[in-house]
Nanobody, 126 residues
Framework: QVQLVESGGGLVQAGGSLRLSCAASGRTFSNYAMGWFRQAPGKERRFAAAISRGGSSKYYADSVKGRFTISRDNAKNTVYLQMNNLKPEDTAVYYC???????????????????WGPGTQVTVSS
């Protein structure tokens, strides 16, 4: 089992920044690719960003490319999502997730992710 807990969400004005963190415990963190997904009110959960086990491969949804940066610190068992130039349409609950994938692989499909955190709310005001 892998336990995931997100933090860093909150209320920010459009154009502002937030950094989300996701702390993992349980099994070896570096054995898992990590992803961030988000779910806006009344909408399906959608992929935002993913990073491979060693951090060499990263993948972003078009909607966040150039504004969000995913990173990880395997020594601290933590994955981060730096979000800049936030827009009201970024308002959502943000979830981190862990996937048991090969070393350099990422995935944008939630079906590949085995473990999920409870989520953290991000609200961007206009």
């Amino acid at each position: 089992q892998v336990q995931l807990v997100e933090s860093g969400g909150g209320l920010v004005q459009a154009g502002g920044s937030l950094r989300l963190s996701c702390a993992a415990s349980g099994r070896t963190f570096s054995n898992y690719a990590m992803g961030w997904f988000r779910q806006a009110p009344g909408k399906e959960r959608r992929f935002a960003a993913a990073i491979s086990r060693g951090g060499s491969s990263k993948y972003y949804a078009d909607s966040v490319k150039g504004r969000f940066t995913i990173s990880r610190d395997n020594a601290k068992n933590t994955v981060y999502l730096q979000m800049n130039n936030l827009k009201p349409e970024d308002t959502a609950v943000y979830y981190c997730a862990a996937a048991a994938l090969a070393y350099s692989i990422t995935s944008s499909s939630d079906k590949d992710y085995n473990y999920w955190g409870p989520g953290t709310q991000v609200t961007v005001s206009s």
